[in-house]
Nanobody, 124 residues
């Protein structure tokens, strides 16, 4: 079983930055593909970014490209999401997720383990 715990959410003004962290335990971190997802009120959960355990390849939703950066620290078993130039439409609950596979990174149904989420609120 894999456990994921997010932290780093909060309230920030538009144009500001936040860094989310996701601490992972219960399995060899370096063999997990990981993703960040978000869900705004009344909307479906969408992918934000993902990172493969193979070569550390990264993938981003168009809405966050050039603003957000996903990274992983295999020594610390931690996944990060650096969010810059935040916009009010980035407001959502952000969750991290993990799986063994190395494809279909934008498909939420392919992820086996999920964290509880952390709230990010961007004020205008």
């Amino acid at each position: 079983q894999v456990q994921l715990v997010e932290s780093g959410g909060g309230l920030v003004q538009a144009g500001g930055s936040l860094r989310l962290s996701c601490a992972v335990s219960g399995r060899t971190f370096s063999t997990l593909s990981l993703g960040w997802f978000r869900q705004a009120p009344g909307k479906e959960r969408d992918v934000v970014a993902a990172i493969s355990w193979v070569r550390g390849s990264t993938y981003y939703a168009d809405s966050v490209k050039d603003r957000f950066t996903i990274s992983r620290d295999n020594a610390e078993n931690t996944l990060y999401l650096q969010m810059n130039s935040l916009k009010p439409e980035d407001t959502a609950v952000y969750s991290c997720a993990a799986k063994s596979g190395t494809n279909r990174f934008f498909d939420t149904t392919t992820y086996d383990y999920w964290g509880q989420g952390t709230q990010v609120t961007v004020s205008s």
